[in-house]
T-cell receptor
Framework: DQQVKQNSPSLSVQEGRISILNCDYTNSMFDYFLWYKKYPAEGPTFLISISSIKDKNEDGRFTVFLNKSAKHLSLHIVPSQPGDSAVYFCAASGTGGKLIFGQGTELSVKP | KAGVTQTPRYLIKTRGQQVTLSCSPISGHRSVSWYQQTPGQGLQFLFEYFSETQRNKGNFPGRFSGRQFSNSRSEMNVSTLELGDSALYLC??????????????FGPGTRLTVL
């Protein structure tokens, strides 16, 4: 049973436009959510996080939105840059202290 | 501040052998978690250590084990290697407790190939 899902395996966006990456979860006990960016053969790099007591968190070009009633979060990147091309993972945590990852979305930003 | 380091970066073993991977967390971080990444299963949690104690464990067979030392460095061991153990093994550290509101920071990973 996959508790965290990223239903879009890939996304292609033009440079300068907005990239929106989506993530759904099923476990209402999750209380902290994170987004990581990953290049091949490297470890994930932390991007941004959000606690379940908030519905938005912003850091520069990156904004994460959380809709608890829909069990949905999204990552917005504005404006998108070619260097943003990578695989993006959302992850969730709750009691028990482990991160549950989605399957990832490969973002391609074209010049 | 130095990041999470993992050694070795690449490893080739044959079936039936055992392997030990090492992880040094960010200075001051006391929690270390291990993950396995494969193309088919994505990133899956193996176990977490805090103050030399395993506090949480994922759904992996007993061939996968780990430990943490007093300086927070951690090792994971896989015995009786199988072809399916070929993967990128990632270590992550956090200040107090993996998950909750404490962010985990990842190392570059060890790429294990089992022949």
């Amino acid at each position: 049973d996959q508790q965290v899902k990223q239903n879009s395996p890939s996304l292609s966006v033009q440079e300068g436009r907005i990239s929106i990456l989506n993530c759904d979860y099923t476990n209402s006990m999750f209380d902290y959510f994170l987004w990581y960016k990953k290049y091949p053969a490297e470890g994930p790099t932390f991007l941004i996080s959000i606690s379940s007591i908030k519905d938005k968190n912003e850091d520069g070009r990156f904004t994460v939105f959380l809709n608890k009633s829909a069990k949905h979060l999204s990552l917005h990147i504005v404006p998108s840059q070619p260097g943003d091309s990578a695989v993006y993972f959302c992850a969730a945590s709750g009691t028990g202290g482990k991160l549950i990852f989605g399957q990832g979305t490969e973002l391609s930003v074209k010049p | 501040k130095a990041g999470v380091t993992q050694t070795p970066r690449y490893l080739i073993k044959t079936r039936g052998q055992q392997v030990t991977l090492s992880c040094s967390p960010i200075s001051g971080h006391r929690s270390v978690s291990w993950y396995q990444q494969t193309p088919g299963q994505g990133l899956q949690f193996l176990f977490e250590y805090f103050s030399e104690t395993q506090r949480n464990k994922g759904n992996f067979p007993g061939r996968f084990s780990g430990r943490q030392f007093s300086n927070s460095r951690s090792e994971m061991n896989v015995s009786t290697l199988e072809l399916g153990d070929s993967a990128l093994y990632l270590c992550a550290s956090s200040k107090w407790r993996a998950g909750d509101t404490d962010t985990q920071y990842f190392g570059p990973g060890t790429r294990l190939t089992v022949l």
